[in-house]
């Protein structure tokens, strides 16, 4: 296998809200969510969003990076042209 650059775009396959804690280190609520990466049929990345989201079936998601406080860095997705404030509560 050959490791290649994909798109830091895509499309939300699937999501989910959690609201059942289970790691102090995850505080709910939190949505999860399935992106279909643009331009390779098939490719499927997961990632985490603080809060409750609404999210659609084919709502265009970008990749973003999170440095997190152990020096962690995590690939995330968020939407395309929306705030924070598309969280519901």
């Known amino acids: 296998m ?3 650059p994909v798109a830091s ?3 939300v396959y699937a999501s989910t ?3 059942h804690q289970t790691d102090p280190n995850w505080p709910v609520p ?3 969510v ?3 990466v643009d331009g390779v049929d098939g490719l499927r ?3 985490s ?3 409750r989201w609404e999210l659609r079936p084919g709502e265009p998601m970008e990749l973003w990076y999170e440095t997190r ?3 962690v860095v995590v690939p995330q997705w968020r939407p395309v042209g929306r705030k924070a404030s598309s969280v519901t509560a």
């Open 45 to 47: 990345l997961a990632g």
């Open 17 to 19: 809200v959690v609201e």
């Open 9 to 11: 775009t895509g499309v």
């Open 30 to 32: 939190f949505t999860i």
């Open 34 to 36: 399935l992106v279909d």
């Open 49 to 51: 969003m603080p809060g």
């Open 2 to 4: 050959v490791a290649s």
């Open 69 to 71: 406080a152990d020096e």
